[in-house]
């Protein structure tokens, strides 16, 4: 199977940095748009930023300037660089590819937005 892993999340002050790291790993034929979603309780789950396999990007407004995504795509990783956290920060975050892997059958799928299980990211003094 397919995993999607993050790590990085944290407790941070205001104004401070934070890596977050997502992995995938399994029979992966190939991953595509990549990219990394918020969410708070009782709201939806946001788009924070993606990159697609080429490095196109693309930010929410909200953290345009702060964050920075990045991807190694030989080690099947992307990283989202965040910089002058602020408490509306404050999410669980969550990993999420678009991509095409092997079933058990050895049967090609493809699926958008396999997700991870999400980082807490806590931005408070």
């Known amino acids: 199977q397919v995993q999607l892993v993050e790590s990085g999340g944290g407790l941070v002050q205001p104004g401070r940095s934070l890596r977050l790291s997502c992995a995938a790993s399994?029979?992966?034929?190939?991953?595509?748009?990549m990219g990394w979603y918020r969410q708070v309780p009782g709201k939806e789950r946001e788009l924070v930023a993606s990159?697609?396999?080429?490095?196109?990007?693309n930010y929410a407004d909200s953290v345009k300037g702060r964050f920075t995504i990045s991807r190694d795509n030989a080690e099947r990783t992307i990283y989202l660089h965040m910089n002058t956290l602020k408490p509306e920060d404050t999410a669980v975050y969550y990993c999420?590819?678009?991509?095409?892997?092997?079933?058990?059958?050895?049967?090609?799928?493809?699926?958008?937005?396999?997700w991870g299980k999400g980082t807490p990211v806590t931005v408070s003094s």
């Open positions: 999420d590819a678009d991509l095409c892997y092997y079933s058990d059958h050895d049967t090609p799928i493809c699926q958008r937005h396999y």
């Open positions: 399994g029979r992966i034929l190939n991953l595509n748009t």
């Open positions: 990159i697609t396999s080429g490095g196109s990007t």
